[in-house]
């Protein structure tokens, strides 16, 4: 098994105030990760941190290689990519031309594979195609997390970091959207899926990381943590 992220002891503070302390987690390729946790827990301090977004301290280990002194611009070119939490789509534009911006570090890649790239995001997300010309701003929120995923593999990512992608979307919604991301995974994609909606993330992902206030409390394969009586209690709920 090939670990394509190692993230060990890592800190971030905001101010005198630590948001993560000491964490350590790891991504093997091809599977999904989830980070499940309480509001506040340093779940999106995480990812903005291994995004390179935030000054941290500890290591972080990509692709064999030690990354915390790069860039978020390295980062991104390396194969690093984050969804964030507020979608942040261009709103005025369409859907096509939101996912054509998705893969513009490959430009000046002279043949069809970004073409054929929009045409593999359609066929992952038919709803999509159906509203392509449609501008980004006036989709529903299930659509707009299709269009922000859409938009983040049209880079052809190696890491995919998903910030609460279930956030205010119905069940049902959810469901597509977690079913879309566990393709991905089954065709080798890694994933780091960050999530307050512990049943959700659980069934889709393959290792579970339970993060409280800023610090590992319990990790496992994702089967056992959901089985776990603590989780069940405090983040899934009886019933
Ligand atoms: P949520 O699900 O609510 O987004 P989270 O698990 O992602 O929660 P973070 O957003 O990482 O948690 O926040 C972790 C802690 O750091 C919280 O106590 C939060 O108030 C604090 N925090 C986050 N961003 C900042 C900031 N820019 N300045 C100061 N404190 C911050």
Redesign the pocket.
Known sequence: MTLLLKVENLTVA?GK?E?ISGVGLAIPEGRIVTVI?P???????LLNAVMGLLPSRGRIVYAGQEVMQAKVEARVGAGLCLVP?KRELFAQMSVADNLLLGGYSRRHVRDDSRARDLDAMYTLFPRLRERHAQQARTLSGGERQMLALARALMARPKLLMLD?PSLGLAPRIVREVLEAVASLRDRGMSVLLVE?NARAALSVADYAYVLETGTVALEGPAREVAANPRVTETYIGVG
């Open positions: 905001y105030v948001a946790g509001n506040g827990a340093g779940k999106s301090t939490e609460e307050q």
